[in-house]
């Protein structure tokens, strides 16, 4: 193993978005098997390092490994192409118009049942855009789109977010205010 290896190689997986979790979980615990720090007490303190900096790495290979947004956002960045989103903020105006459509509705939504119903619209532009990483990715080659969903899915995971403070809000018993 090289602590330089991609997320893939390191796990031994196919460099693509579609992945199965359960062989991702499978690989991730296989490698700690081997390089977990507790294997190594008896080897010296070098020994021991080496192996916290493996763990370290495999733990977050896995975790990129593991979550679809991050993975995208990681192949793209294999493929050269950053997704950037800090300081490339332009979006499609259509995709604006749905983030603008989205918020009113949270504002003006005054039950669980308001907020349920545009968490199903937000779920549908998630999975669409999981599909059209897939599509991007494996299918097409074409890292530059992959990156555009990509940075359409991190705005849609951050408004998610508020999604989900609005509605604890309401199972408080605040109504939402």
Known sequence: MNLQ??????????????????????QWKALQRQIHPDRFVAAGSSAQRLAMQWSVRVNEA???????????????????????????????????????????????????????AIQADVDRARDE????????????AQPQRAAATVQAWMFIDRFAEDLLRRRARFEEGAGGQ
């Open 62 to 116: 896995h975790q990129r490994l593991r979550n679809p947004l991050r993975r995208a956002a990681y192949l793209c960045s294999l493929a050269g192409v950053a997704v950037d989103t800090e300081r490339n903020t332009a979006m499609p105006a259509d995709f604006l118009q749905q983030q603008m459509v989205w918020r009113e509705a949270l504002d003006e939504a005054g039950s669980e049942a308001d907020i349920d």
């Open 5 to 26: 290896d991609n997320d893939f190689t390191l796990f031994g997986l196919p460099q693509r978005y579609a992945q199965d979790p359960a062989a991702v979980d499978r």
């Open 129 to 140: 855009c999981q599909q059209a990483c897939e599509r991007w990715l494996d299918s097409e």
